[in-house]
């Protein structure tokens, strides 16, 4: 599937996982006449193009067990290329213990500022509980390099356009020779002709 095709229906940039999930989804309705309830993103945004009721009797959810056991995107003949250009992230995840206990009661404060005292009296007694309370999340780039991958022809026009010139090249070389040894052998035999007359004479 073209990827403006892909936008223009489903709302949602291209992508090979995408693609085939949404083909699988196709196989589920179109065999089970309902939708998957395991993929309530996928109804989702597939309930654009047709509304179907989610697979609830046993016939239903065996027909969906049986379509997602034997589903292979090449059978299906979902025709999900790789896109021409793909970002992805990689995930990692680290953690450590926050806040410390310093600066929990200045986050403890600012906090309470407003609230009542029964609601920030529990975190003031329990450190634990502050911590269970509280979280602080950093999303970085791991760094900023990217890798570029680029697929060039074996045997381009420019390689193709040199092999003819050379092969023009030899040949028109060769003619030339071979003219020059036909205008040679024309010399010589005239000159044999004439030198054999004047040596007979």
Known sequence: MEVDTFLAK?????????????????????????????????????????????????????????????????????????????????????????????????LLEGACKNQEDDVCAPLRADEQLLVKNFIKVNIFFQDLNFEQLEENPDYGSTQLLSDIGGSIGLWIGLSVLGLCELLHLAVSIVVYICCGRHAKK
């Open 10 to 106: 489903y709302k949602r940039k291209y992508t090979r996982n995408t693609c085939q999930k949404i083909c699988k989804q196709n196989l589920i309705r179109t065999r089970c006449n309902c939708s998957d309830s395991l993929q309530p993103e996928l109804n989702q945004l597939m309930g654009n193009v047709q509304k179907l009721n989610i697979c609830m009797s046993s016939a239903e959810q065996k027909c969906v067990a049986n379509i997602s056991m034997s589903f292979e995107p090449n059978d299906a003949g979902c025709g999900c290329d790789n896109p021409c250009s793909e970002r992805i992230y990689e995930k990692t995840i680290s953690s450590r213990r926050w806040p410390s206990p310093d600066f929990g009661k200045i």
